[in-house]
């Protein structure tokens, strides 16, 4: 994070700079006659330089996105079909994320927004009965975790998490 933000504050310094450095060139030029002739580069200048303000936030924003997903895959190594569903701070404050049926030795993985703070646990369901457990312990927007949620035969259930 302070690396980009470094990036920022330089860029932003170059900006002021060349602000600068342009307008200097243009005075020079309004005082040597020939502003009529360069005016053209000079309103070039200045919208290039500012063109980079409305792209860094663009940027920001993108990057913030891609940082506040998370990545969860079930791996269904039971041979029954299990039922997952997540709650917690999911795309919207503690509301109800159901991954759907993970049919029997197959994974299925899905990308959440994480857009509050909290804990998140699952609810694994099958035929004859219901798991329920934390698959982050806490998480927070801009944070990039995933976790693998592992149901073996015997329809245990283990949770691997790291951030990414």
């Known amino acids: 994070m302070s690396a980009g933000m470094i990036n920022i504050l330089v860029g932003c310094i170059l900006v002021a700079i060349g602000l600068i450095s342009l307008t200097v060139?243009?005075?020079?030029g309004y005082r040597a006659g020939i502003l009529p002739t360069i005016?053209?580069?000079?309103?070039?200048?200045y919208l290039l330089l500012l063109a980079n303000f409305p792209l860094a936030f663009?940027?920001?924003?993108?990057?913030?996105?891609?940082?506040?997903?998370?990545?969860?895959?079930i791996?269904?190594?039971s041979s029954s079909p299990?039922?997952?569903?997540?709650?917690?701070?999911?795309?919207?404050?503690n509301q109800d994320f159901v991954i759907g049926v993970v049919p029997p030795k197959t994974e299925k993985?899905?990308?959440?927004?994480?857009?509050?703070?909290?804990?998140?646990?699952?609810?694994?369901?099958t035929a004859t009965k219901t798991e329920t457990?934390?698959?982050?312990?806490?998480?927070?927007?801009?944070?990039?975790?995933?976790?693998k949620i592992s149901v073996?035969?015997?329809?245990?259930?283990s949770v691997d998490e790291k951030i990414n």
């Open 25 to 28: 060139y243009a005075i020079k």
């Open 39 to 45: 005016w053209k580069k000079v309103v070039s200048g």
């Open 58 to 73: 663009v940027f920001i924003m993108v990057s913030g996105a891609i940082a506040g997903r998370s990545t969860i895959a």
């Open 75 to 77: 791996h269904n190594q």
């Open 82 to 93: 299990i039922k997952v569903v997540l709650h917690g701070p999911l795309h919207e404050p």
């Open 109 to 125: 993985s899905k990308t959440v927004r994480i857009p509050g703070e909290g804990a998140v646990t699952y609810s694994i369901a």
């Open 133 to 147: 457990g934390i698959v982050f312990g806490y998480i927070t927007s801009g944070i990039s975790q995933s976790a």
């Open 152 to 157: 073996d035969e015997k329809l245990n259930v």
